[in-house]
């Protein structure tokens, strides 16, 4: 996997830093004006070409959240452990309400398509028709066993959960996260917007 690129390492750093203060928000309530002033900070750093995104620590930091998020790798990523963090006590009823909303079923089947020739498209189908009352319930093993599905994985007992590919993954967190999201959203439609406005200069 090549190094990320400069701007790669400032989406990383700014959306982890946010993160980090988000964290601490939780714990020391932080005022509004306060938070305001840290968020400038920070983009200020990136703006003065002063954040530290070669310091060694911070550089491996930076570099994983490029990788699991803008390059994953076929290394499948834990949505128990993702959950957690939203849900520490019901992590398992997090993701089953992820896989209620039919335009996530819809997604999985996309990814699905592309990746699996076994996918059960008939079963998928039956899926979206049940998916539209009121009492629908999936859970990831009732997904796996229906479609055929490869995307997401279900291990049970002591040391059990669910694992999904990171693309997968990356939906589950910006389901959960709406401001990741959006960080994610921006990174790409700035990086649209560089090739668009590049091209229109040749």
């Known amino acids: 996997m090549p190094r990320a690129t400069k701007e790669e390492l400032e ?7 946010e993160k980090f ?14 938070w305001n002033r840290y968020l400038d900070g920070i983009f200020e750093l990136i703006s003065n070409d002063e954040a530290p995104l070669y310091e060694s620590k911070m550089n491996a930091y930076l570099e994983e959240t490029v990788v699991k998020y803008l390059h994953p790798s076929d290394d ?28 996530t079923v ?18 998928f189908q039956r899926i979206t028709v049940d998916a539209k009352t009121p009492q629908f319930t999936l859970t990831p093993k009732k ?14 007992g002591k040391s059990g959960g669910t ?7 990356c939906d589950f967190e910006m389901w959960n996260d709406a401001e990741f999201r959006f960080e994610v959203v921006k990174f790409f ?4 917007m560089e090739i668009f406005d590049s091209d229109n200069a040749e």
């Open 76 to 103: 499948y990523v834990s949505l128990t452990k993702i959950a957690r963090k939203y849900d520490a006590a019901n992590p398992s009823y997090l993701i089953q309400s992820w896989l209620r909303s039919r335009n």
């Open 189 to 192: 439609t700035s990086s649209e």
């Open 163 to 169: 694992m999904a590919h990171p693309f997968i993954a």
């Open 11 to 17: 989406w990383a750093y700014a959306v982890t830093r």
């Open 143 to 156: 997904w796996i066993d229906l479609t055929n599905a490869i995307g997401i994985i279900s291990k049970q």
């Open 21 to 34: 203060l988000e964290r601490v928000n939780k714990m020391f309530p932080i005022k509004t004006d306060d």
């Open 106 to 123: 819809e997604f999985l089947a996309t990814w699905e398509r592309k990746h699996n020739s076994n996918f059960n498209e008939d079963a």
